[in-house]
């Protein structure tokens, strides 16, 4: 369990402190969008260039909501072990 929230990090931490910008195509855009997200201004930005539909945004919302949860779930599990 400890792997997987470590894991986890890791791929926030590289998308959130590293230099690229992850807002240059869609599918950059996308990944960001789950598992950093985004502001609600950026989101109609990219949805603009990117020509998301409402829906996709809503879905790209939720999809980062889950991942922080499970993010959440297993920080709290690993404290709990401690």
Same mark, same amino acid.
């Given at each position: 369990?400890?792997?997987?929230? =470590?894991?986890?990090? /890791?791929? +926030? /931490?590289? @998308?959130?402190? %590293?230099?690229?910008? !992850?807002?240059? #195509?869609k +599918? &950059?855009?996308?990944?960001y %969008?789950?598992?950093? %997200? !985004? &502001?609600?201004?950026? *989101?109609?930005?990219? /949805? @603009? =260039?990117?020509? !998301?539909?409402?829906? &996709?945004?809503?879905? #790209? ?5 889950a *991942? =922080? =949860? $499970? @993010? %959440?779930? *297993?920080?709290?599990? $690993?404290?709990?072990?401690?």
């Amino acid at each position: 369990m400890n792997d997987l929230k =470590e894991a986890l990090d /890791s791929i +926030h /931490s590289v @998308l959130v402190f %590293g230099a690229r910008d !992850w807002a240059k #195509n869609k +599918h &950059d855009a996308w990944l960001y %969008g789950i598992i950093a %997200g !985004w &502001d609600d201004e950026l *989101y109609e930005e990219l /949805s @603009l =260039e990117f020509k !998301w539909t409402k829906e &996709d945004t809503v879905r #790209n919302k939720r999809l980062n909501k889950a *991942y =922080e =949860e $499970i @993010l %959440g779930y *297993y920080t709290y599990k $690993i404290l709990l072990m401690k």
